[in-house]
Nanobody
Framework: VQLQASGGGLVQPGGSLRLSCAAS????????MGWYRQAPGKQRELVAT???????NYADSAKGRFTISRDSATNTAYLQMNTLKPEDTAVYYC?????????WGQGTLVTVSS
């Protein structure tokens, strides 16, 4: 099973992007999905998470600008990113967890630049 992240690209500061993360096939028992990012020369960091009960959690840098959502029927997670800043530039990775395994996507590059 693979997670496919998409929706990245080049956007100007203040712009928006919507990232998607879909599994190559149905994954049963997902209790957590999340988005992480890694900027050049920095460690991977949490951006936003959502549980099976739809409880969400955001990094301080994402609060008020990003929204995570999930379609449980299709195991798809979304990250709506608004008011993007140059410091949001990074490769964004999605993660899905079951009690027995943690799945990672290959990442999608987001570049915020004028």
């Amino acid at each position: 099973v693979q997670l496919q992240a998409s929706g990245g690209g080049l956007v100007q500061p203040g712009g928006s992007l919507r990232l998607s993360c879909a599994a190559s096939r149905k994954i049963f028992g997902i209790y957590f999905m999340g988005w992480y990012r890694q900027a050049p020369g920095k460690q991977r960091e949490l951006v936003a998470t959502i549980t099976g009960g739809s409880s969400t959690n955001y990094a301080d840098s994402a609060k008020g600008r990003f929204t995570i959502s999930r379609d449980s029927a299709t195991n798809t997670a979304y990250l709506q990113m608004n008011t993007l800043k140059p410091e949001d530039t990074a490769v964004y990775y999605c993660n899905a967890r079951t009690p027995g395994y943690s799945y990672w996507g290959q990442g999608t590059l987001v570049t915020v630049s004028s």
